[in-house]
């Protein structure tokens, strides 16, 4: 799979309580994607949908052309950062990074590297050995975010990831982004609230509105 794939939701459809969800269109792969629409409009279930986290009643949901209907979600060339409870209460910051380079935590020295490195990009050098409940609000979803830098996956979904920062530092995670994405050229879909963040880091928007995508732009 290339590191730039598209996203398309094929009529992707979902039953959840009393809502009916159905997504249709394309994410243009290697895009930064701003996910906008109202609380409760469907934002976080179209990310659902993408990840695994949820499977369509019908439709499909195609990454790089290939249908991911019935691949789990480890199985899908995904990374999710949500709005918290991102990390493991009982793993230390460098594990919890590590688990984005190996998820059974077998590390080589490169993968030990990459994590410091990681930690030291999002302002968390010296955290290595703190604990996610000793940590902020921010600081957890900087560690949130280092774990999916070193997991570097082809599409990257973030899920309102810097709501609990203060302006400064939600510029300075943005720019981050933006150099993870020049790197790699990642596919990046985030949800914000935020018109400021928007405008700063997305290059496409798509509005969500009645369980469904109303607008692309
Ligand atoms: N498992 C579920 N069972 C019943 N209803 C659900 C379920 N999951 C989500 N919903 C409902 O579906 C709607 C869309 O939820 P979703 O989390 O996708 O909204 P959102 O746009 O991300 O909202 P917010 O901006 O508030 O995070 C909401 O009305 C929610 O209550």
């Given at each position: 799979?290339?590191?730039?794939?598209?996203?398309?939701l094929?009529?992707?459809?979902l039953?959840?309580?009393?809502k009916?969800?159905?997504?249709?269109g394309?994410?243009?792969?290697g895009?930064?994607?701003a996910?906008?629409?109202r609380?409760?409009?469907?934002?976080?279930?179209?990310?659902?949908?993408?990840?695994?986290?949820?499977?369509?009643?019908?439709g499909?949901?195609?990454?790089?052309?290939?249908v991911m209907?019935?691949?789990?979600?480890?199985?899908?060339?995904?990374?999710?950062v949500?709005?918290e409870n991102?990390?493991?209460?009982?793993?230390?910051?460098?594990?919890n990074?590590?688990?984005?380079?190996?998820?059974s935590l077998?590390?080589?020295?490169?993968g030990r590297?990459?994590i410091?490195e990681?930690l030291?990009?999002?302002?968390l050098?010296?955290?290595?050995n703190r604990?996610p409940?000793?940590?902020?609000?921010g600081?957890?979803?900087?560690?949130?975010?280092?774990?999916?830098?070193v997991?570097?996956?082809?599409?990257?979904?973030?899920?309102?990831?810097?709501?609990?920062?203060?302006?400064e530092m939600?510029?300075?995670?943005g720019?981050?982004?933006?150099?993870?994405?020049?790197?790699?050229?990642n596919?990046v879909?985030?949800?914000?609230h935020?018109p400021?963040?928007?405008?700063?880091?997305?290059?496409?928007?798509?509005?969500?509105e009645?369980q469904?995508?109303?607008?692309?732009y």
């Open positions: 799979m290339t590191q730039s794939p598209s996203i398309v094929d009529a992707a459809a039953a959840l309580g009393d009916n969800f159905v997504f249709g394309e994410i243009a792969g895009s930064v994607t996910v906008t629409g609380s409760g409009s469907g934002k976080t279930t179209l990310l659902n949908l993408i990840a695994g986290f949820e499977k369509p009643d019908s499909q949901v195609l990454i790089g052309g290939a209907n019935d691949l789990h979600v480890a199985q899908r060339p995904v990374t999710v949500f709005q991102n990390l493991f209460a009982h793993l230390d910051i460098f594990t990074t590590g688990l984005g380079v190996d998820a077998r590390l080589d020295r490169d590297r990459r410091g990681a030291t990009r999002v302002g050098k010296g955290f290595e604990m409940a000793s940590l902020s609000g600081e957890r979803q900087r560690a949130a975010f280092a774990r999916a830098l997991r570097n996956r082809p599409v990257l979904l973030l899920d309102e990831p810097f709501a609990a920062l203060d302006p939600r510029g300075e995670m720019t981050l982004l933006l150099e993870l994405h020049a790197e790699t050229g596919t879909m985030i949800v914000s935020e400021d963040e928007v405008a700063q880091i997305a290059d496409h928007r798509l509005v969500i009645n469904a995508i109303s607008a692309r």
